[in-house]
């Protein structure tokens, strides 16, 4: 079910569930072990008060039944939906919310899922980061900031995250907290496995501190925390 799951439209060719599944067994007893496993999802759902087609064959392919919904879909139509600014950043808010973590957080050792999990995990990042850059872009800098620690959490090593993300703290007028963000991930990340990927902090502090120097210079009030 988590394997059909994870596909786009909750379908998924009976070639790849074996090859996942059952990859050390023929293929006449991959596809009876299949079969078999159908079947006892099919006798389970009877024994419940509601009875819904949970999973069936479709042709090739195992397929999730009308009635299911599956947040993987959901999350992917959403990242498909196009539009204006708005429109877009409302479907990416939506995919966003959609995330609650890893797909089959639990399930190890299986190359497939592993994949699926990751592609999955890559598009999450790749919506905070799109979904940030929109908030900015319309000097909604809270949003930004709330959506930038969002992924800086989910990848710590993420020295372009953690860079957006003390940018937004500034724009804010936060300019404190930027420049203890970047102090701060500066030194997590400037160990041996990660010390290249420390100096766009390092580029990004000195200029923070130059703008929080002439702000300073100029009798500004200083920045709210």
């Known amino acids: ?52 087609a949970l999973v069936g064959m479709e042709g090739e392919a195992v397929a999730l039944g009308s009635g299911v919904a599956v947040d993987v879909a959901d999350f992917l139509r959403h990242l498909d939906c196009d539009g204006e600014d708005s429109e877009r950043l409302a479907a990416l808010l939506a995919a966003i919310d959609l995330y609650k973590g890893d797909l089959a957080a639990d399930w190890t050792g299986d190359h497939t899922i592993e994949s699926r999990r990751v592609a999955l995990r890559r598009k999450y990042l790749a919506a905070l980061a799109e979904a940030a850059a929109l908030c900015r872009n319309s000097e909604d800098f809270e949003q930004a900031i709330v959506l930038l620690q969002r992924r800086v959490q989910a990848d710590p090593t993420d020295s372009e995250a953690h860079v957006e993300y003390a940018q937004a703290l500034f724009d804010a007028g936060r300019c404190d907290a930027a420049v203890d963000h970047c102090r701060r991930a500066r030194l997590m990340l400037a160990d041996a496995d990660h010390a290249t990927s420390a100096q766009p902090l390092d580029d990004l502090l000195k200029s923070l501190q130059q703008k929080a120097n002439r702000i300073g210079a100029q009798g500004a009030p200083a920045a709210p925390m």
């Open 1 to 52: 079910m988590q394997f059909v799951g994870s596909h786009r439209r909750g379908s998924a060719a009976r070639s790849d569930i074996l090859a996942a599944l059952w990859p050390n067994l023929d293929g006449a007893r991959a596809r009876n072990r299949l079969h078999h496993t159908l079947h006892l999802i099919r006798k389970a759902i009877e024994a419940l008060p509601d009875k819904v």
